[in-house]
């Protein structure tokens, strides 16, 4: 997700960066920050002033609230490097990257079971775009199906729960299609099978079940969906495909849940989206999206480039984009191997396990979920406690480098805040005791503190928001 900046004014504090001569390399100036200067600096001055300001970054290790990839083997590490100025985009400059891509869709394939060898599929720069292109393919099939049916095309909507992505309300906004929320309950925080079902309609282009909600973690009912689906399609001839986005348990439900059946098993599944870049263990910038097969992806969203003299379809939102991701995902998949992806994803969920089973022992907070299906959790301040808020948790432990993000839920459960720990490969066990120590010494800390509930209303509000 990209944010958007505005220009600055000449008389905007720090504007310049004053350059004095502790390296001993150059004469003290002052570089403006926000145009260019009249004339450059050394290599190493430049790497210094960028490095002085990045120290201000928190610690990526630390970072408890990003399902995105921190650490990676040295050997990845440098593979990376020698890759990053191939453009993916090239397939005829670079056709062994190219076909590194295409043996990752099939690897990905097969692990998600889609059927016959049929399945096609791509890289994208993560999940926000191979859900757009998942979307669209929704979009382009139900216009098709109607248009041959001679029915309207102009009201097209998609159910999902309010608990989706921002990429889902994005994809809404731009193609100009309904979104359809259906809403979280106490005790049911993700999306609801038969409520779901029941807000289809023959306008709907697809059903969006998420495996790994950001909110907590839980995986949501696809074969339940489906099931629902089938009886619709039964009763009222309404066919409605499903769409799994499985950006962070398209890695790991295959390898700590085998026999869950949330994939091309199912069905009526027609295409899944995951990031390379989260449980895929690679750095931030790839993920996929697989079709079940060809007929899941409309002709018309296809273009096709020369390649080598032959014919290479493409199918992308973005276009130029460096190959190293994907050359470090091949390099995972030939690493690991499907036992030491099981085994990596099986000591996330241990610890998470066992960060969760401790916190829920220290008395003031209260589960919302267990890390069990991905190894991610949220938990509360229980209802009944006035100490202290969430807020005041997750500002303490920052103050010891812990990003723990609080954050409300959506709409119907605005009122309930939580603190949420995603745990990743490169988190250890000993980190993790570390963690739970540093939250008993600020519960402590907190019980000699007056709560901080007289916030004025837009720092609350600062304080209630989080980009998931």
Known sequence: MTALHKQVEKHESHAEVDLNPVYAREKSCEIPRFKLADHGVLPRTALQIVRDELILDGNARLNLATFVTTWMEPEADELMAEC????????????QTAELEKRCVNILGHLWHAPGGEATGCSTTGSSEACMLGGMALLWRWRA????????????????????????????QYWDVEPKYVPLEPGQYHLDAERAVAACDENT????????????????????????????????????????????????APFLQP??????RVPRVASINTSGHKYGLVYPGVGWVIWRNERALPEDLIFRVNYLGGDMPTFALNFSRPGAQVAAQYYNFLRLGFSGYQQIQQACQDIAVHLSGEIAKMGPFELISEGRDLPVFAFKVKDNFKGFTVYDISDRLRMRGWQVPAYTFPENLQDMAVLRIVVRNGFSMDLANLLLDDIRTQLTALEH?????????????????FAH
């Open 84 to 95: 990053s100025q191939k453009n993916m985009i090239d397939k005829d400059e670079y056709p």
């Open 145 to 172: 199906r109607r248009k041959a049916a001679g029915q309207d095309i102009a009201r097209p909507n998609l159910v999902m729960g309010t608990n989706v992505q921002v990429c889902w309300e994005k994809f809404c």
């Open 205 to 252: 282009i697809g059903v969006v079940v998420i495996v790994g909600s950001t909110m907590d973690g839980s995986y949501e009912p696809v074969a339940k969906v489906s099931s629902l689906l089938d009886k619709v399609q039964e009763q009222k001839g309404i066919d409605v495909p499903i769409h799994v986005d499985g950006a962070s348990g398209g890695f790991v």
């Open 259 to 264: 026999d869950l059946e949330w994939d091309f």
């Open 449 to 465: 503190l007056r709560p901080n509930t007289d916030l004025p209303p837009e720092i609350q509000a600062q304080r209630q928001s």
